[in-house]
């Protein structure tokens, strides 16, 4: 199938064509039409399915259909709700992108960690598609600096990690300043029980579109464990990244801590590395993640927080150094790699902490990972399971119990700043209290 059969204007099959996409990917040739038909949607497709291009070609062509073009007012038409700084960042240079000949329509993206008032400038401007992280469109709302009255269309992006990360009460406020009549459109790459409960409070008939199996991880990834002892870890990770000649690699750890002490340590081993996380500054994030597209840097040690939303075409390794507490986050994890139809490999180093940690997943996934050990890194069948716990060997993560609410009290007026956007993430009770449960279990289990 070839765009031009999905009914999307010339303007449009120009800039997909400028960015080298020859025909839609399953996401798009299912959400396209849906879409500019006005129908509500529920997509299931994790990243790395063109699911962006998905919605955004629809929007831009129902938008530059409407006469009059962008309008004079701060009222925004298409809101486009995301979890993260990165993400809205990515969302919205895709707007740019894709519509970049089409006339008169302007985007913007709002996010915590970087200043309030030239947001306010911009906004004031006039804004068509809007790309927001909750908490700061919050900001907004509650200092009026924002009109979403005229909003059309309202698209809730990874709504499943606005869940994991406690967005939803500030989503549910947010419902309320946009008009009732409007196309809702949901992406999930998982679909729980509470996204449906979401999904059913304000969707209309939503059409349900999804391009992998639930909770599976995507075919084209070669995925490995390699299990290694805790404390060789860091050597590990060197030795495959040098032997393999691996030029660019993410690696998740659970901690900020554990992820700047990571960096720091492959750095000295000789590897160009950084560490991307809540805790680094804008510039600093978007610096990284720059040099890291480059090729400037090989490695991008990063926290699942900070990571969620990097579009990295192509990325051909991921490492998990330390396996999730939840196991959704793995289907994240390693999503970021064999991106929109190319191959990649995803290798988990697990120790002996963590194989309650690999039996979620792989019950999740379901299928057993292959296990590799690599010549030289055997396990130490004498070291014994001890329980993960945060804070622990240096992290500085605070998990706060389910049942706490969010520092920063949602939807109460707050100050402008970072905020939200990177609260800690809830733990996962099951997963947390069965790695102490492990306690005691010998390497052999793996
Ligand atoms: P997404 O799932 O939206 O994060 O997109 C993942 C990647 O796929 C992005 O790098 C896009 O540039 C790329 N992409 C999107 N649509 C297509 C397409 N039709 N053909 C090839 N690549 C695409």
Not at 117 to 138: C, E, F, S, W
Not at 167 to 189: E, H, T
Not at 372 to 380: N, R, T
Request: charged letters at 25%; glycine letters at 8%; hydrophobic letters at 40%.
């Amino acid at each position: 199938m070839s765009f031009s059969a999905l009914g999307l204007r010339a303007e449009l099959l120009l800039a997909v064509g400028e960015q080298g996409y020859t025909e839609p990917t399953p996401i798009q040739a299912q959400a396209i039409p849906a879409v500019l038909a006005g129908r509500d949607l529920m997509g299931g497709a994790q990243t790395g399915t063109g699911k962006t291009a998905g919605f955004v070609l629809p929007i831009l062509q129902k938008l530059a259909e409407q006469t009059g073009g962008t309008n004079n007012r701060t009222s925004v038409r298409a809101l486009i709700l995301v979890p993260t700084r990165e993400l809205a960042a990515q969302v919205q240079a895709s707007v740019f992108t894709y519509g970049k000949h089409l006339p008169k329509l302007r985007s913007l993206s709002v996010y915590g960690g970087v200043g309030f008032h030239p947001q306010v400038q911009a906004l004031k401007r006039g804004i068509d598609i809007l790309v927001a992280t909750p908490g700061r469109l919050l900001d907004h709302l509650s200092q009026r600096t924002v009109d979403l009255s005229k909003v059309q269309v309202l698209v809730l992006d990874e709504a499943d990690r606005m869940l994991d990360m406690g967005f939803i009460p500030d989503i549910r406020k947010i419902l309320a300043y946009v008009p009732k009549q409007r196309q809702n459109l949901l992406f999930s790459a998982t679909f729980s029980d509470e996204i449906k409960k979401l999904a059913d409070g304000f969707m209309h008939d939503p059409l349900l579109i999804e391009v992998a199996r639930r909770n599976a991880t995507a075919e084209l990834i070669a995925q490995r464990v390699c299990p290694v002892d805790r404390e060789k870890k860091k050597d590990l990770l060197a030795h495959l990244i040098t032997t393999g000649d691996w030029k660019q690699v993410l690696v998740f750890t659970r901690t900020k801590h554990g992820a700047n002490n990571l960096a720091e340590k492959l750095v000295k081993s000789g590897i160009r590395a950084d560490a991307i996380h809540g805790n680094k500054s804008q510039p600093a994030r978007t610096r990284a993640l720059a040099e890291f597209k480059a090729g400037k840097i090989k490695v991008l040690v990063a926290t699942d927080i900070a990571a969620r939303g990097l579009d990295i075409d192509e990325l051909p390794h991921v490492v998990n150094f330390e396996l999730p507490h939840v196991a959704n986050d793995y289907v994240h994890r390693i999503g970021r790699t064999g991106r929109a139809g190319s191959s990649g490999e995803a290798v988990s180093l697990v120790c002996v902490d963590e194989l309650g940690l690999l039996r979620d997943i792989e019950r999740l996934i379901k299928r057993e990972i292959k296990k590799e050990i690599v010549p030289g890194f055997e396990v130490d069948p004498r070291i014994r399971a001890e329980p993960i716990v945060q804070g622990k060997r240096g992290s500085q993560q605070q998990r706060r119990p389910s049942s706490a609410p969010r520092k920063a009290g949602a939807g109460a007026p707050h100050k402008a700043g970072n905020r939200g956007q990177h609260a800690p993430r809830q733990p996962a009770g099951r997963a947390g209290s069965r790695s102490s449960r492990d306690s005691g279990r010998r390497t052999s289990a793996y």
